[in-house]
Structures are given as C-alpha cells and as structure tokens.
C-alpha cells in the first residue's frame, strides 16, 4: 500500500515511516526538504498519485497563535485539495490529548 506521511522527516514522522516500511508498505516521506510542501502545493500532487492513506504528522513552524492557525488552515485546505483529486481514501490526522481542555493558541490551531 502506498502511504503518504506528512512531516515524515521529523520527529514522530521518521519513526512512523521506517515503522511502515518494516510492514513492508512503499512510504514516501513529505516535506519541505524532500519537496513536498503543503504551504505552497509543491510536490503535493506527484506524492499523491497512487496513494492509498495520508498520514499527517505536520508541524508548525511558529508557535505564535496568527502563525500557526494560517499554517493548519494552508497546509490542511492544501493537502485534503491535492487528496481529493488523487481519491486518496483515508486521511489520518494526529491529534493530542486533552487538545479541547486548553487555551494555548498552538492547540486551538490544531484543534480547528
């Protein structure tokens, strides 16, 4: 199966892409450095082809509260776009606990 991980080069995406390939799915690992950026769509549509699942593991780079919130909104409006058209069929997102029981700005960002 073909897996798509958004933030696969960092800290939790490296380990969920070496963990996928060890199951022996062809994974590839999304991001800014390897070309494929959900702010901007470079890359977005050639990593899609063919997949099956996208796991999203992105990451702000700003923690300020404006910053991030146009960050999750870009990148998820983006990613679900570019999924769309390739009929990706499962987008699976990475949530934190207790994310709804809290007023830091990151997590409301996330939250929405």
Do not use: C
């Amino acid at each position: 199966m073909k897996i798509v991980v958004i933030g696969g080069t960092g800290l939790i995406g490296s380990k969920t892409v070496a963990s996928l390939r060890q199951s022996g799915h062809e994974v590839v690992a999304a991001s800014p450095q390897s070309g494929i950026n959900t702010i901007t769509s470079e890359g977005l549509k050639e990593a899609m082809a063919g997949t099956q699942v996208v796991i999203d593991l992105a990451n702000s780079p700003s923690f300020e509260d404006k910053a991030v919130l146009e960050f999750f909104e870009t990148s998820g409006r983006n990613l679900l776009a570019a999924e769309a058209a390739a009929n990706v069929r499962h987008h699976v997102a990475l949530s934190i606990v207790a994310i709804d029981r809290t007023d830091n700005g990151y997590f409301r960002a996330k939250r929405n």
